[in-house]
């Protein structure tokens, strides 16, 4: 199956990475169309979280490229993109109100309207009466639905998510990817998420890639695959 | 975004934050309270510099005289004499014994309690020295005014030289050196777990995710910075209004310009220390990993400021003059030299120059270590790993 698509808003190109003696990538390409949801999946340490942070910038491949819109992508448009890491970060005793405007702040919004994206993502998410509270303060789910407005207060061009349903109780996936869901529709946002719950990643997305030790062993849409995505998976990391 | 206002908001944030924090509020407030405490102890020790009141019991019209021209001449002695009329000399004496009174005069008889205070007792000698010349130059033939002119010579000329460097720039000397070496020290520590906890919160992936690890830096140091300045300025307002309404401490002349020094170096030393402790903090990714990778600048720190509390001891020495021009001493030893007058003017333009090209080579260095290690999680980089890796992460 050919991942390559025409008019594709991300394209990773070739990248590779090397940590010392340790391949962590592999000539690893494929496309992300716009408005679509992409599932990215693989085993632990198959390089899914490098990926991430080569196309967000903050790691630098060996070589390779990413494409945004055609081009090389700039640190302008980078700034465009919304990210929830793995290992969430959020400062711990910032309320969650502030954490969130100043969050958008440093994307380069205005003060102004950060508190209004700020309100509104609030809001959306169900955590708008915790506002004043410091993040330490809430349970973990809700601490994961700050995570999420932190990645979409400043209305991004592309969304990067590492495991953003990891730990969530089946109303708080319902929550997020109903958010996620509403700006794909609305602003046709590319969604790239990894994940390990492969059922949802089948239900949700339009497209995959599954990743094996580095290199892609599949890329393309998931209504293309002959089987289900878990024995696709099952097939493409047993080799 | 510019990079100006990337810096700008997390100076703000960080200042805005700390200003939050219970644990700032907290330490301030007993900063403030310990800075209070040491100026109304010295008030109180400096409160004996005043007359210290005496009083002494008077039997008879000689006494009595005596008494009197004591309290003209108790000034000089450092006393306030209050004088107390007694019938008979046995009560005076019990009053003395009792404690009630320090001294009883009758005729020219002199009771004092134990342990008799020397300028009381020379007081009353000297009146009655005086009082009895006077009565022999009277009885001689002269006139009041000639005995009192030959009793009364003008006093001597007395002429006060300035100790080298003024009156009190010692001891604000080694006060402003303590105080610089404390915010050094205190502020390092804050931006280094600040570094710290922004890593093993993992919040430094999403910042970075926005803007550049050079960017995170500078607004950390400018933000921390402002608020131990603003701690610092606090604290020495609160001490000096205490020292100022207080009591009558006075400071000399030069304060003005030896407080702007100390904001000066606190500045320049903040910014030296700040950002090498801020790069090394982003060696680890946990607290318990901060202690190791710190103590090294520890050590140029404490052994900075012990050399420079020798060197404040002669201030003209070779120790104060080389000082003068080593970047991690000059914070703290520049504005002691100068509140004890002993800084020419070259050796200060001279200091903040270094001062400041040094400051420009820890920033870089600083930021590359930063830019390389911040975002390396688990267990601590080494240094030279961290300054030698290629430019790319």
């Known amino acids: 199956m050919a991942g390559s698509d025409g008019d594709s808003a991300l394209r990773l190109r070739g990248l590779s990475k090397r940590y010392g003696e340790k391949t962590a990538l592999e000539d690893v390409s494929f496309s992300v169309g716009a408005g679509q949801m992409f599932g990215f999946v693989g085993p632990n340490g198959a390089g899914k979280t490098t990926t991430m942070r080569i196309v967000l910038g903050v790691l630098a491949a060996d070589a390779g490229e990413v494409l945004w819109r055609g081009g090389p992508i700039a640190a302008q448009e980078r700034r465009r993109i919304g990210y929830m890491p793995e290992e969430r970060g959020l400062y711990p005793k910032m309320r969650v109100r502030d954490q969130l405007v100043y969050m958008a702040e440093l994307h380069g919004i205005g003060k102004e309207e950060a508190n209004a994206a700020a309100e509104r993502w609030m809001q959306r998410l169900g955590v708008a009466e915790r506002a004043e509270d410091a993040v330490e303060a809430l349970s973990l789910g809700n601490q994961q639905r700050v995570q999420l407005a932190v990645a979409l207060v400043h209305e991004p061009d592309l969304l990067i998510l590492d495991e953003p349903f990891s730990g969530l109780d089946p109303d708080g996936v319902d929550a997020l990817s109903g958010a996620l869901q509403d700006e794909i529709e609305a602003r046709g946002v590319p969604v790239v998420f990894s994940s390990h719950q492969l059922d949802l990643v089948e239900r949700l997305c339009d497209s995959v890639a599954i990743i094996a030790a580095g290199r892609i062993a599949l890329s393309g849409r998931v209504a293309d695959l002959e089987g289900s995505l878990a024995e696709t998976y099952r097939e493409a990391t047993r080799r | ?393």
Do not use: H
């Open chain 2, 1 to 393: 975004m510019s990079p100006r206002r990337a810096v700008a908001l997390v100076a703000e944030r960080e200042l805005r934050e700390g200003l939050r924090s219970r644990a700032w509020r907290a330490s301030l407030a007993i900063q403030v309270v310990l800075v209070a405490g040491i100026a109304i102890i010295s008030i109180v020790a400096a409160g004996g510099d005043g007359p210290s009141k005496r009083d002494v019991a008077v039997v008879g019209p000689r006494a009595e005289r005596i008494g009197v021209k004591a309290r003209e001449e108790q000034r000089d002695f450092g006393i306030e004499l209050t004088l107390k009329r007694f019938g008979a000399l046995a009560p005076a004496r019990s009053a003395v014994s009792d404690g009630d009174i320090d001294a009883a005069l009758r005729g020219r008889g002199l009771t004092i309690g134990e342990d008799p205070d020397q300028a009381l007792e020379a007081l009353l000698q000297n009146a009655d020295r005086v009082i009895a010349g006077e009565d022999r130059l009277r009885r001689a033939g002269l006139s009041r005014a000639q005995a009192d002119a030959a009793l009364n010579p003008p006093p001597l000329r007395t002429t006060e030289v300035e100790p080298s460097g003024g009156e009190g720039g010692g001891g604000l000397a080694y006060l402003g050196a303590l105080l610089l070496y404390i915010a050094i020290i205190s502020f390092g520590y804050a931006i280094a777990s600040s570094v710290v906890s922004e890593k093993s919160s993992r919040v430094v992936e999403v910042i970075l995710s926005a803007i550049r690890p050079s960017q995170l830096l500078a607004g950390k140091v400018i933000g921390v910075g402002l608020l131990g300045l603003i701690q610092i300025s606090i604290i020495g307002a609160a001490g000096l209004l205490i020292a100022l309404f207080g009591g009558d401490l006075s400071l000399p002349d030069s304060t003005a310009e030896t407080v702007a020094l100390v904001l000066l170096y606190f500045v320049l030393g903040y910014a030296f220390y700040g950002c090498a402790f801020a790069g090394v903090a982003s060696l680890v990714s946990r607290q318990e990993d901060s202690q190791s990778t710190t103590s090294p600048l520890l050590v140029v720190l404490i052994g900075s400021y012990l050399a420079t509390n020798s060197a404040l001891g002669n201030p003209e020495g070779s120790l104060a003059q080389i000082g003068t021009f080593l970047p991690p001493m000059a914070p703290m030893l520049v504005p002691g030299r100068a509140a004890q007058g002993a800084l020419a003017g070259w050796e200060l333009a001279a200091s903040i120059a270094l001062m400041v090209v040094s400051i420009l080579i820890v920033v870089r260095l600083a930021a590359r270590v930063y830019d390389r290690s911040v975002l390396r999680f688990g267990t601590p980089m080494k240094l030279r790993e961290a300054l030698a890796l290629s430019r790319r992460r």
